[in-house]
């Protein structure tokens, strides 16, 4: 359950990083970006992180007994 459960975090992280670079790369180019977005985009990654980092820390725990 805890494999699947960090496997999917590093999905939507994945895929929130994707979009982030996405949003950064049209900003870069002018197309007329919401930076709002774009904020909350990084954020969300950022929280996807901590999260995936204390389910990795909880595997471990976990393996270790």
Known sequence: M???DLETVTFVQGVLWAA???L???EEQMVGID?????RISE???ELQE?????????TEKLLG
């Open 35 to 39: 930076r709002g977005r774009a904020k």
């Open 51 to 59: 999260l995936r980092a204390d389910l990795q820390k909880i595997e």
């Open 44 to 46: 969300l990654a950022g």
């Open 20 to 22: 982030y670079l996405a």
């Open 24 to 26: 950064e790369d049209a």
């Open 2 to 4: 805890m494999e699947r």
